[in-house]
């Protein structure tokens, strides 16, 4: 078994449902190790990350004390195991008759380290498996090109090359960030027109934002021949009068959003883009269009948009080299 050191690099938090992600940082390295966690025990690690003070002793604190209480001390924290995507970790503490592994969720064994300075550490098999690449400008996730092995450059196919174990679920990790980013984007909409919860409509508005760039998102909006405007004032009169024609599977997304997301993430797989597999509008697109329930899917078969006609498209732009 071999341990990487690690830090605590930040605590991601999206402004709808206020779903956070804690990110470590291989010390010394380049790999990030990206843990959902409740937004409770991301706080309890904020706030001593931040130097907050509080007036009584918080749950981590407590714990700390009874440690220190009973003659103990923090050796170090470890994320040692993952299991069907979910983190396990280890609590190691010193004892009079050496040491003991307490078995815990990889939260509350940071929250712990952080108020004790006690040093992180990951199983090199869990960076393996999970760990990813970000962007130093940006801070989006990024893939390794050499790995990925690019898109294939012939025009007969589009498939991406064969992915072990190890690296579907680095991508899975990756395009959980990217459609996050994407969510935050939608929830800013969201919050400007006074919605209960997310819908295909909010996230066109989304895509909207980024069709004003350039690049290929601009340039297929121009191939579509979207007047941009039109299409922001009818999503913005959907929303508004017929929010509830989307039903709702769970708080904060509507069913036809979730199932577009999904839809969105499988063909970024099916289509890989560029030099790395990630979710890009382009592919947000072809799952909103995929969900004809949805408020997206309805304006956009208005102005004669469907699927079919954007994956040619998207297509037809990749053989040019829009993409490259």
Same mark, same amino acid.
């Given at each position: 078994?071999?341990?990487?050191?690690?830090?605590?690099?930040?605590?991601?938090?999206?402004?709808?449902?206020?779903?956070?992600?804690?990110?470590? =940082?291989?010390?010394?390295?380049?790999?990030?190790?990206?843990?959902?966690?409740?937004?409770?025990?991301?706080? $309890? @690690?904020? @706030? =001593?990350?931040?130097?907050?003070?509080?007036?009584?002793?918080?749950?981590?604190? !407590?714990?700390?004390?009874?440690?220190?209480?009973?003659?103990?001390?923090?050796?170090? *924290?470890?994320?040692?195991?993952?299991?069907?995507?979910?983190?396990?970790?280890?609590?190691?503490?010193?004892?009079?008759?050496?040491?003991?592994?307490?078995?815990?969720?990889?939260? &509350?064994?940071?929250?712990?380290?952080?108020?004790?300075?006690a040093p992180i550490y990951a199983e090199e098999v869990v960076l393996d498996k999970a760990g990813i690449f970000l962007d130093g400008e940006t801070g989006k996730p990024v893939s390794e090109q050499k790995e990925t092995g690019g898109v294939p450059k012939d025009e007969t196919s589009l498939l991406p090359p064969k992915l072990t174990k190890d690296r579907s679920r680095q991508i899975l990790w990756t395009q959980?960030?990217?459609?996050?980013?994407?969510?935050?984007? *939608? $929830?800013?909409?969201?919050?400007?027109?006074?919605?209960?919860?997310?819908?295909?409509?909010? !996230?066109?508005?989304?895509?909207?934002?980024?069709?004003?760039?350039?690049?290929?998102?601009?340039?297929?909006?121009?191939?579509?021949?979207?007047?941009?405007? =039109?299409?922001?004032?009818?999503?913005? &009169?959907?929303?508004?009068?017929?929010?509830?024609?989307?039903?709702?599977?769970?708080?904060? !997304?509507?069913?036809?959003?979730?199932?577009?997301?999904?839809?969105?993430?499988?063909?970024?797989?099916?289509?890989?883009?560029?030099?790395?597999?990630?979710?890009?509008?382009?592919?947000?697109?072809?799952?909103?269009?995929?969900?004809?329930?949805?408020?997206? $899917?309805?304006?956009?078969?208005?102005?004669?948009?469907?699927?079919?006609?954007?994956?040619?498209?998207?297509?037809?732009?990749?053989?040019?080299?829009?993409?490259?």
């Amino acid at each position: 078994m071999a341990y990487i050191p690690m830090v605590v690099d930040s605590i991601r938090i999206s402004p709808l449902n206020q779903q956070r992600v804690l990110i470590l =940082k291989e010390a010394g390295g380049e790999r990030y190790l990206p843990i959902w966690v409740g937004p409770a025990e991301a706080d $309890a @690690i904020a @706030i =001593k990350m931040q130097g907050v003070s509080v007036p009584r002793p918080l749950t981590h604190d !407590f714990l700390c004390i009874i440690i220190d209480t009973l003659g103990a001390t923090v050796s170090h *924290a470890i994320c040692s195991e993952l299991k069907n995507d979910t983190h396990y970790a280890k609590l190691v503490l010193n004892v009079k008759d050496g040491q003991i592994e307490i078995d815990c969720r990889p939260s &509350d064994a940071l929250a712990v380290a952080v108020r004790v300075g006690a040093p992180i550490y990951a199983e090199e098999v869990v960076l393996d498996k999970a760990g990813i690449f970000l962007d130093g400008e940006t801070g989006k996730p990024v893939s390794e090109q050499k790995e990925t092995g690019g898109v294939p450059k012939d025009e007969t196919s589009l498939l991406p090359p064969k992915l072990t174990k190890d690296r579907s679920r680095q991508i899975l990790w990756t395009q959980r960030l990217q459609i996050q980013e994407y969510i935050d984007m *939608a $929830a800013e909409e969201a919050k400007r027109l006074k919605s209960g919860y997310l819908t295909t409509g909010h !996230f066109l508005l989304s895509l909207e934002k980024l069709w004003k760039n350039r690049g290929p998102t601009a340039a297929l909006s121009e191939f579509l021949n979207l007047d941009m405007r =039109k299409l922001k004032r009818r999503i913005e &009169d959907s929303i508004r009068q017929g929010e509830e024609l989307e039903s709702v599977l769970r708080p904060g !997304f509507s069913t036809a959003l979730d199932l577009a997301i999904n839809r969105a993430s499988h063909e970024s797989l099916l289509c890989p883009l560029g030099s790395e597999v990630s979710v890009r509008p382009e592919h947000i697109l072809l799952g909103l269009l995929s969900e004809e329930t949805g408020i997206a $899917a309805h304006l956009l078969n208005e102005l004669g948009i469907d699927v079919e006609k954007v994956l040619r498209l998207v297509i037809t732009m990749y053989r040019l080299g829009f993409y490259r």
